[in-house]
């Protein structure tokens, strides 16, 4: 692989590497926030009194006693989406802007503690069994955007925006796996840094030199071993002229040429060899 393949592919491994060790910071900074903001075993509370009496601190809820809106809010309206925000109401309670205050936030990942919902069709489905067979939901309480507090006020004019509440439906994360999360996070960029040295150093190479050689003919067909002074190194070296070479024909010894800087690799060195 020649020093421009080897350059061009340090510096696209280092993009890649710091992309996903980013993305894994990312991943691992929420995985980290949501531990921060709850235990691990949920409390049970009734949509009635979390109305009441707020939340407490531990954020991770378990649900109880509610039924599910029918105007879905969505943060974008596709075909196929990865996210919908539901609204809750106390059970017994009419579905109208007063008793509006907690959405339940449903994503299509593997964090989701509820069923795929790919499409509007899923989504109503799922509503009208839950409406049905009434259960629990686990989750996260976040505060809301200001963009689905807006969203949220146009699907039901006379909201209470800021008393409103999203209870994020997923599971909780353990600290083991964030810190395998934040592991990874490490070892991506270590190895992205890596890489870029690596690139620095093909960068910043040092500029070839070169010599002229005369052989015979004779020696040129047969092949010689010759010993090559290089006046930039104060070195001399054995180097082998190949069977059959031609006039013009070049020779290269890496790293031979003028030394590096510090952090930098050296020039290489060339071989023109002159046939009489």
Known sequence: MTRKKQKALYALAM?????????????????????????????????????????????????????????????????????????????????????????????????????????????????????????????????????????TADAYPGTNGQSLQVLWARDFPTQDSVNVQWSICLACLVAAAVCAVAYKRYRGKSKDSQIGLEVTAAEAAAGKVVLVNIPERQET??????????????????????????GELSGDFYILVHVK
């Open 15 to 151: 993009l890649v590497l710091l992309g996903c060790g980013l993305m894994m910071f990312i991943i691992a900074a929420n995985e980290q926030s949501v531990i921060s903001s709850g235990l691990p075993a949920a409390d049970r509370i009734r949509l009635q009194d979390l109305i009441a009496q707020g939340s407490a601190k531990n954020k991770h809820v378990e649900l109880l006693d509610f039924y599910f809106g029918k105007r879905f809010i969505y943060t974008t309206e596709l075909t196929q989406f990865n996210d919908v925000y539901v609204p809750v109401f106390p059970s017994g309670q009419s579905e109208s802007a007063n008793n509006l205050q907690v959405l339940v936030w449903i994503r299509n990942d593997r964090n989701s503690n509820e069923p795929l919902l790919q499409n509007a069709q899923d989504l109503g489905r799922f509503v009208a069994q839950f409406n049905r067979y009434p259960r629990s939901v686990t989750g996260v309480l976040r505060q809301p955007t200001e963009r689905m507090r807006s969203l």
């Open 237 to 262: 070296i054995t180097v082998k002229i190949p069977a059959g070479a031609r006039d013009g024909t070049r020779l290269r010894l890496e790293g031979k040429g003028r030394p590096g800087k510090i």
